[in-house]
């Protein structure tokens, strides 16, 4: 049987660092004290100090304008029309700009596939066709979007890439996670949303996978769920964007799925067998709770730490932010296994190893 190799990953972000200017915004909106203190304190606690976005923020003079553009402003949030052509305008560019560090060149046009994943937003001719025109893709290349899964979405497309490998050995797959999470703001009293909304940020992460035994194995995969969870991550497409609820109870419900399902995660491995952890950073608490439900060494989740307080949560591209920070400094022969959750509660697995 073939195998499917992850080749190399490159990613990209916008150059707008808006973690401070959201702090802010969000806390303009609690009007008890005693609240605003308590969700200042959270905020504090969320291991973030950077997240990127294509919204360009401007100084708070309390006018209740978020950005340069004027696209939030208090009292007058956009569309979900309006943040599509948001997104049409600016998901372009963070795309190709994540492709063109794969460093392809004249091989780009050898790509048979071409993957597309995103939650925040659709459009169509998309991305797709977009990357096509400018990189001179084969204009027949085959072309999938998975689409609206959430931040599991990128191991989904993985698994896409491995089937296509498996069954067609000389194929060479392109993955492209692309997120703009900062375009689904909304207003809200409600400190628990509030907290979420300061969690995500926007970029894109691509991928090549192929048969090329480099990089690192796509060996197993493997999707565990949580029963009687499905309310705990929302994701729904609302007039005012795309409505994001992130219960309290999803660090807990994660901790104890991973712990009950291990064994098959693991494909029969044992926790200390494995020597790399790429987990999805969903959240401070998040990496709490898989560090703990676990029983993983205090630095395991160290490189999903680092994208955590340089990024944030980007949704679907943030566990290939970690993938491509670990395989930087892993060694052949380690094996790891990577982990991202997602509405369902669902936590979507797989087991690699590094090449040579």
Same mark, same amino acid.
């Given at each position: 049987?073939?195998?499917?190799?992850?080749?190399?990953?490159?990613?990209?972000?916008?150059?707008?660092?808006?973690?401070?200017?959201?702090?802010?915004?969000?806390?303009?909106?609690?009007?008890?004290?005693?609240?605003?203190?308590?969700?200042?304190?959270?905020?504090?606690?969320?291991?973030?100090?950077?997240?990127?976005?294509?919204?360009?923020?401007?100084?708070?003079?309390?006018?209740?304008?978020?950005?340069?553009?004027?696209?939030?402003?208090?009292?007058?949030?956009?569309?979900?029309?309006?943040?599509?052509?948001?997104?049409?305008?600016?998901?372009?560019?963070?795309?190709?700009?994540?492709?063109?560090?794969?460093?392809?060149?004249?091989?780009?046009? &050898?790509?048979?596939?071409?993957?597309?994943?995103?939650?925040?937003?659709?459009?169509?001719?998309?991305?797709?066709?977009?990357?096509?025109?400018?990189?001179?893709?084969?204009?027949?290349?085959?072309?999938?979007?998975?689409?609206?899964?959430?931040?599991?979405?990128?191991?989904?497309?993985?698994?896409?890439?491995?089937?296509?490998?498996?069954?067609?050995?000389?194929?060479?797959?392109?993955?492209?996670?692309?997120?703009?999470?900062?375009?689904?703001?909304?207003?809200?009293?409600?400190?628990?949303?509030?907290?979420?909304?300061?969690?995500?940020?926007?970029?894109?992460?691509?991928?090549?996978?192929?048969?090329?035994?480099?990089?690192?194995?796509?060996? &197993?995969?493997?999707?565990?769920?949580?029963?009687?969870?499905?309310?705990?991550?929302?994701?729904?497409?609302?007039?005012?964007?795309?409505?994001?609820?992130?219960?309290?109870?999803?660090?807990?419900?994660?901790?104890?799925?991973?712990?009950?399902?291990?064994?098959?995660?693991?494909?029969?491995?044992?926790?200390?067998?494995?020597?790399?952890?790429?987990?999805?950073?969903?959240?401070?608490?998040?990496?709490?709770?898989?560090?703990?439900?676990?029983?993983?060494?205090?630095?395991?989740?160290?490189?999903?730490?680092?994208?955590?307080?340089?990024?944030?949560?980007?949704?679907?591209?943030?566990?290939?932010?970690?993938?491509?920070?670990?395989?930087?400094?892993?060694?052949?022969?380690?094996?790891?296994?990577?982990?991202?959750?997602?509405?369902?509660?669902?936590?979507?697995?797989?087991?690699?190893?590094?090449?040579?």
């Amino acid at each position: 049987m073939t195998i499917a190799y992850l080749n190399r990953v490159a990613t990209a972000t916008p150059r707008n660092d808006v973690h401070d200017a959201f702090v802010d915004f969000a806390e303009r909106q609690i009007s008890d004290p005693r609240v605003g203190r308590v969700f200042h304190r959270m905020a504090e606690r969320g291991q973030i100090d950077h997240r990127w976005s294509s919204l360009r923020p401007k100084r708070d003079d309390g006018d209740g304008v978020l950005d340069l553009d004027g696209f939030y402003e208090l009292g007058r949030f956009p569309s979900t029309a309006a943040r599509m052509r948001r997104y049409e305008a600016d998901a372009p560019s963070l795309a190709a700009e994540a492709f063109g560090r794969l460093g392809l060149g004249e091989e780009a046009t &050898s790509l048979t596939h071409l993957i597309v994943v995103s939650c925040t937003g659709f459009s169509a001719p998309g991305v797709d066709f977009d990357l096509i025109a400018r990189f001179g893709l084969n204009p027949s290349i085959e072309r999938t979007t998975v689409g609206f899964m959430g931040c599991y979405a990128a191991i989904n497309g993985l698994k896409l890439a491995r089937h296509i490998v498996r069954s067609e050995p000389e194929a060479r797959v392109a993955v492209v996670c692309l997120e703009l999470c900062t375009l689904h703001l909304n207003e809200t009293p409600s400190i628990e949303q509030l907290l979420s909304f300061l969690v995500f940020g926007d970029g894109c992460a691509a991928a090549l996978v192929s048969a090329e035994p480099t990089g690192v194995s796509l060996d &197993s995969f493997h999707a565990a769920m949580a029963p009687g969870t499905a309310e705990e991550i929302r994701w729904n497409i609302r007039d005012l964007g795309f409505d994001m609820f992130l219960s309290g109870q999803v660090p807990s419900e994660l901790g104890r799925t991973l712990r009950a399902g291990a064994e098959a995660i693991l494909a029969g491995r044992r926790i200390e067998e494995v020597d790399l952890w790429a987990v999805h950073p969903g959240g401070r608490s998040v990496l709490d709770a898989v560090e703990t439900g676990l029983s993983l060494k205090e630095d395991a989740l160290a490189a999903s730490r680092r994208v955590l307080r340089g990024n944030g949560n980007m949704s679907s591209a943030t566990v290939l932010f970690v993938l491509a920070e670990i395989m930087r400094e892993a060694e052949p022969g380690q094996t790891g296994c990577a982990l991202a959750f997602g509405p369902g509660l669902v936590a979507e697995t797989m087991m690699f190893r590094v090449a040579g």
